[in-house]
């Protein structure tokens, strides 16, 4: 079986613009958690990414056109400014790695996964598509432009009156007098014979089509079709159509666009794609991405999670569904198990056949990753089962051709929240009571992708640096319930690296679990 190595990797993360802050940051046991602006005064926490597309700009200066750096950060959602970054750092690791993905044409892939998505693209242009969609209704619902309203308006009873027509919002109570607006509104819009026949006009200039050579005919219908759609804007003193208010950035970030991005960055030619598989997402990336290169289709493969910063979308669904804490407390893995805070941002690694990429001159850097379990729980989209984590777990065990026994280091997936305890119940039905825990979202919180890379990187360089790095529990902040289960923890001052096999296990929402077994680089 091939062995697999990592080559580069790069890091996005709350107080830690790259990998060298992350490192640092982790020798420390407080949290990185700050306040969330998202609400105005409220009482969250969350991972906000320190972050700076600037720090980029040289590299890509070097490589684009200068127009390139002002494109990205005019049209490109945080959720892959970020992945570019943490793409660049990874390069970083090894010189001369660009030029190797580069070289080896369609046997370099790139697999980015992302939890939520372009969130902050979204949220932008669906509020401007809703100012839109007001202004329009309310220009042509206006009596003054709607001779079907300015009948209505003067009619002396009810006779013939459209039972579909919402009620007046003077009607309304005041506290859905808004909803109301917008209905009568659209509803008037829709009996507009005004709007009728500004749309029929409308349809004969978009109707117009390329005539003569293909190039030149095509810029000349751009423009006379733009001519002829303001003449008709100005001649009916209308407002923006809804439909012209929607950015295209829309499609420009959809769930693939990250691993798009990278492969233009790098100028890789190899698979693109976006697998999404919730807080497990990098530990299934990992995993096809070890497999394609064990089946030989790949030699190298850029594999990776990014998320967007913390937008009031997320941080309010997460509450709303009754797993984010709200008290302006850290809230720490097994602990008071309150619930957990919404981090963003993103891990990248370029791991790589170990055998070939070694002969080409490039150093392997943290674990060696053996093996990825994964599995679905079958059984409720955000409560974990307990047989859907064993699947994966004892699937990884015994693809890396280990031993149980053989496991003396392990980090949870741990969320804070009442699952911690079956999490840790179930895991010491299956590895050695003897084994050191770590549960690190206290520190930087969860991303929705990223969280799991974060603090799979997290294990892989205290494996290198010789420590397993603190975290912000302390021995007597351990709920009772926890405890009597099990003590060794990793707490507030880091400890010796355990001889042995480490194991690392995300559990994501829709029941997706991804267990990753690794073991300290060695020679042979």
């Not at 009810?158 to 009607?171: L, N």
């Not at 759609?229 to 159509?241: F, I, M, R, T």
């Not at 741990?414 to 911690?420: H, R, V």
Request: include cysteine; aromatic fraction near 8%; charged fraction near 20%.
């Amino acid at each position: 079986m091939r062995r697999i190595g990592i080559f580069g990797w790069g890091i996005v993360a709350p107080r830690s613009p790259n990998m060298e802050a992350f490192a640092r940051n982790l020798e420390q046991s407080e949290s990185w958690l700050a306040p969330f602006e998202g609400f105005g005064p409220n009482n969250f926490l969350v991972g906000e990414p320190d972050f700076d597309f600037r720090d980029y700009r040289e590299w890509i200066d070097a490589r684009f056109p200068s127009n390139r750096y002002t494109r990205l950060v005019d049209k490109m959602d945080p959720t892959t400014l970020h992945a570019i970054g943490a793409f660049i750092q990874a390069l970083e690791q090894n010189p001369g790695l660009e030029r190797e993905l580069q070289t080896l044409g369609t046997a370099a892939h790139v697999y980015i996964g992302t939890g939520v998505g372009n969130i902050p693209t979204i949220s932008r242009i669906s509020m401007e598509l809703y100012r839109a969609q007001r202004a329009w209704d309310r220009f042509w619902s206006s009596a003054e432009r709607n001779a079907q309203l300015r009948a209505y308006l003067t009619r002396h009873d009810d006779e013939g009156v459209d039972e579909a027509m919402p009620p007046h919002p003077e009607t309304a109570p005041s506290a859905v007098r808004d909803q109301a607006e917008e209905a009568w509104n659209a509803y008037w819009t829709s009996q507009s014979e005004e709007l009728k026949s500004y749309l029929e006009t409308l349809a004969e200039i978009e109707g117009m089509n390329v005539e003569g050579t293909v190039e030149s005919g095509k810029l000349k219908l751009i423009r006379e079709k733009q001519r002829r759609k303001q003449q008709l804007q100005d001649d009916w003193g209308a407002p923006e159509p809804p439909w012209e208010c929607v950015s295209a950035d829309l499609i420009w970030n959809i769930h693939n666009t990250p691993a798009s991005q990278v492969t233009m960055m790098g100028q890789i030619n190899g698979l693109s794609l976006a697998p999404v598989a919730a807080c497990s997402t990098f530990g299934v990336c990992l995993k096809l991405g070890m497999d394609a290169i064990r089946r030989g289709e790949a030699k190298a493969v850029v594999v990776g999670a990014t998320d967007p910063p913390p937008t009031a979308l997320l941080v309010g669904a997460f509450y709303r569904a009754r797993v984010s804490a709200a008290d302006g407390a850290v809230s720490k893995p097994l602990t008071g198990l309150r619930g957990t805070h919404v981090s963003g941002g993103s891990v990248l690694w370029i791991i790589g056949d170990y055998e070939y990429m070694s002969e080409q001159g490039f150093r392997p850097v943290g674990m060696e990753p053996l093996a990825v379990g994964v599995s679905s729980d079958a059984d409720h989209i955000i409560t974990p089962s307990k047989e859907g984590p064993r699947m994966a777990v004892h699937q990884a065990i015994a693809d890396a051709r280990v031993s149980p026994e053989d496991i003396t280091s392990w980090d949870l997936h741990a969320t804070a929240t009442p699952g911690d305890f079956l999490e840790m119940e179930n895991l010491l039905e299956m590895v050695p009571g003897s084994v050191t825990v770590t549960a690190r979202k206290g520190t930087f919180g969860h991303g929705m992708s990223a969280g799991g890379g974060w603090e799979l990187t997290a294990q892989y360089l205290g494996y290198e640096r010789g420590a397993l790095y603190p975290t912000p529990l302390s021995r007597d902040e351990v709920n009772p319930e926890i405890e009597s289960l099990h003590d060794r923890f990793v707490y507030d001052t880091s400890c010796p690296i355990p001889e042995g096999i480490a194991g690392k296990l995300s559990m994501g929402i829709g029941g997706i679990n991804a267990c990753v077994i690794s073991r300290p680089l060695r020679d042979d």
